[in-house]
Structure formats: C-alpha cells, structure tokens
C-alpha cells in the first residue's frame, strides 16, 4: 500500500492510493456519488492485491482530500468525472485498467468503455442502474449541518443503514468508523454532501450501455433497496455477454460477509 498522495489532473487536484504491484493488472475502484476512497475499505484493496491485481482507489471531486467547488455549484459534468479517471491512470503510467464502477459510477465506468474502450480492459459494474427502472424507496435522514462533524457522522451511519436495507449483513461499527475517517479528511463536508448531485450528468458520446463491447460484469445485493436487483438483471440483459453475479443477503453495498464472493468474481473476471 503506498501513501495517499495527491495528483494534478485535468486541472484539479485528486487523491489517490495503490495497493500491489504495477506490473499487475489494474483494477480502477471508482465510488459512488459522495463517497471519498475510504468507503473501499483498506482491507477489501488488499485482498483485491494480493490476489495479483494493481488496485487503485481515489477521491473523486468533491469528496476526501480532492478538488472542491462551490456548494451546490459544481460547475463540472458526470463526463469530466470520467476525464478525470483517464487522466490518474495517465499520471499513474497504466495504459489500460479494469474499471469498477459503483452505484452512480457505474455511470463512469459507462464513459470509460464507450468512449475510451483503448484505456478499458473490462468494465464491472457494482450496484448500479440502467437508469429507466423505478428506485425502492428509502428513509433516509435529512441533511445535517454540515459544520455539526458529530450529526454528519450520525447521518452517514443512518443513511448506509437505510441503503442496507433488510441485508443483515450491516455493520454499525464499522460504518462509523470510516464515517469518522471520512469526515476527519475531507476539505468540505458541505461540498460532499450535495454537490454530486448538482452536477451535469451528461451522456458518454458513443451510446448506451446496449453499446459496450468490452468485457462487462453486473454486480448486485440481493436486497438492494436503492437500485432492486431487477436492475442489475437489466444491466446484464441489456449488455452483449454480460455476466451476472447477485451477493446474497447484501443491500445498496459490499459488505464484509461477501468480500470472499466478490473478490473471487472480481478477480476471476479480470484475468
């Protein structure tokens, strides 16, 4: 594992952090909206490691030690998120990645195998919708003030509680001990709550998800309660030779219980 280190990328600063050797293939973990590089859980990097793969997890703008914008006006689009992702394996030196995008990123991970296909080696897609399906819906707190670290820390855990939906798999413990890391390292809190949300979010120039040709995973909880696993059922019909892999018991995340199951899938799939 190498430091948290801080690159300059298409005019923005992002943070990042490897695991593994280079010479490996990589895996591009990209988050969901709001969620810095910690919600890939160091453990789950590792094990991705050591099973022979150059794992690579960042903030993206707006969350953790990356680029802030003004609140509530981001000025950037969903396609300069995936800019950025082209622009850390440019300063990283990887030619080309498996690319793992997760919940809204599976949007960034569309971009990346649409209109940069030479730079992805595969694209998996976790928790992730297609867009045109109607969500569950949630009992999500509202949010906090964001200068209150303690209710920010209180929401976080209330709102992945609510993601989990019926999984028995949540783990209140764990959620606040990443919440705490979180907040501790992130330049706006204010910024990360909302600004994902406000952003363009414009489409790849090259189609739809119908139009991937590269080799593509769907990875989705049983009990998703954001995206139901109909979505991920989608995904995988809509996409030539997708392949489909449902983590039992798991909601709108990855929780510790599945690790085994989606670290063998992820690494069989990336061979």
């Given at each position: ?109 569309l971009f990346l195998g649409l209109d ?27 949010d906090p003030d964001p200068t209150d ?123």
């Amino acid at each position: 594992m190498t430091p948290e280190t801080s690159y300059d990328v298409n005019g923005v600063t992002l943070c990042a952090q490897t695991f593994g050797s280079p010479t490996d293939p990589a895996l591009l973990l990209i988050h969901g909206a709001c969620a810095s590089l910690v919600w890939w859980e160091t453990e789950l990097c590792e094990r991705l490691a050591a099973a022979g793969r150059f794992v690579i997890r960042y903030d993206q703008r707006d969350t953790g030690r990356s680029s802030s914008f003004p609140v509530g006006r981001p000025g950037y689009a969903m396609s300069d998120l995936a800019t950025d992702a082209v622009g850390l394996l440019d300063v990283l030196g990887v030619e080309s990645a498996h690319v793992v995008g997760r919940s809204m990123s599976g949007g960034i991970a569309l971009f990346l195998g649409l209109d940069h296909p030479e730079r992805t080696r595969s694209v998996t897609l976790v928790t992730t919708t297609p867009g045109d399906l109607p969500m569950g819906e949630l009992d999500v707190p509202p949010d906090p003030d964001p200068t209150d670290g303690a209710a920010v820390v209180e929401y976080l855990v209330a709102a992945l509680r609510a993601y989990a939906g019926a999984s028995p798999h949540f783990d209140e413990a764990a959620v606040r001990e990443l919440a705490v890391t979180d907040i501790a390292r992130t330049r706006d809190i204010a910024a990360t709550l909302g600004n994902h949300y406000a952003m363009d979010f414009d489409g790849p120039r090259n189609g739809g998800f119908a139009d991937l040709r590269v080799p593509t995973l769907v990875v989705h909880g049983e009990l998703d309660p954001v995206f139901p696993v109909s979505h991920g059922e989608a995904l995988r019909d809509a996409i030539p030779d997708a392949e489909l892999v449902v983590l039992p018991g798991a909601g709108h995340d990855v929780p510790r219980p599945v690790w085994d199951q989606f670290v063998g899938a992820l690494v069989e799939f990336t061979r």
